[in-house]
Nanobody, 125 residues
């Protein structure tokens, strides 16, 4: 089992920045892919970014490329999502997720076995 706890959400003006954190516990994550997803009201959950725990390879959705950065701290068992140049359309609940099949990055929510409770990000115009 893996437990994931997100933090760092909040209200920010357009153009601002936020950093989300995801603290993981329960088992070693060395073979995992860690991902961030988001879900806006009335919309499906969508992929945002992911990182392989071992070598730190990353992948981003086109909508956030160049604005968001995913990273991990192995010593703290924590994954981060630095979000810059935020837009109102980034408003959503952001979820951290873990995929134990870590050979390559996958972007479908159903492929991730473990999820955090989510943290709200609201970007005002």
């Amino acid at each position: 089992q893996v437990q994931l706890v997100e933090s760092g959400g909040g209200l920010v003006q357009a153009g601002g920045s936020l950093r989300l954190s995801c603290a993981a516990s329960g088992r070693t994550l060395s073979t995992f892919v860690m991902g961030w997803f988001r879900q806006a009201p009335g919309k499906e959950r969508e992929f945002v970014a992911a990182i392989t725990w071992t070598i730190g390879r990353t992948y981003y959705a086109d909508s956030v490329k160049g604005r968001f950065t995913i990273s991990r701290d192995n010593a703290k068992n924590t994954v981060y999502l630095q979000m810059n140049s935020l837009k109102p359309e980034d408003t959503a609940v952001y979820y951290c997720a873990a995929d134990p099949v870590g050979f390559h990055i996958r972007t479908t929510p159903a492929q991730y076995d473990y999820w955090g409770q989510g943290t709200q990000v609201t970007v005002s115009s």
